[in-house]
């Protein structure tokens, strides 16, 4: 699986968090197909533990969540900084999100929990058809996947790509949704932090062609570059002018 291109464009907007107990009340996404290898109890149960995982480690701040398509087959992609981004945007979302997890992660008791939880192994490196094409079928059967297309942890400014997101949202005709997330990464030289804010920006969702040639997997994986590139960059902005 390939790089894409860089390139960006704005992306505007921001509504107002929730609190974790209105998240913990409106779990159930009677809509939302799961993964064969779990059921929608366990699924939520994992939830659960997301969000009060959230709540008593970090200070999650999330806005544009009201951009969420209710309904429908839907790739979230988000850059990627640090191992709990996934966990945090699992809790956060309202939506049931299997997120495509490097297979390094899904081993012992907590590659156990991940699964039972409705989450995905998958080698970046030599990506396991099967997986995928489990992924795909929840995807259209109505569910929804997360993935980090950047591929593996770091600055998270999104530069290039590979094209795994790309492929699932065009062959499901899926929509796709950019999410920029900062802070749960510890910089380099701090102290353990007590509860780090996190801020996660919620982007337009934009609609993706089904298709299955390879032309139109690089269309939509040039703009999941761009559009989750500019979108971090405007919260990286907006986060600059906050501690301005």
Known sequence: ?????????????????????????????????????????????????????????????????????????????????????GPLLYGQLPRRTSFLVKAEAVQGILGWVLREAGQYAIDRDRPDRTVLLAALAQLKAGGAIGVFPEGTRGAGVVDSVFNGAGWLATRAGATVLPIAVRGAARPDGASRRFRPRVD?????????????????????????????????????????GRRG
């Open 1 to 85: 699986m390939t790089p894409a291109a860089a390139g960006g464009s704005a992306v505007d907007g921001a509504g107002p968090s929730r609190r974790p107990s209105s998240r913990l009340l409106a779990l159930e996404s009677p809509a939302d197909a799961v993964p064969t290898h779990t059921d929608a109890r366990r699924f939520d149960l994992g939830r659960r533990i997301g969000v009060l995982l959230g709540a008593s480690c970090y200070r999650v701040r999330i806005r544009g969540v009201e951009r969420v398509p209710a309904t429908g087959p839907l790739v979230v992609v988000a850059n990627h900084t640090a191992f709990m981004d």
């Open 200 to 240: 996660m920006l919620v982007g337009r969702p934009f609609p993706v062609t089904a298709g299955a040639g390879r032309s139109a997997v690089a269309t939509t994986t040039d703009a999941i570059q761009r559009q989750l590139a500019a979108l971090v960059a405007d919260l990286d902005r907006d986060l600059t």
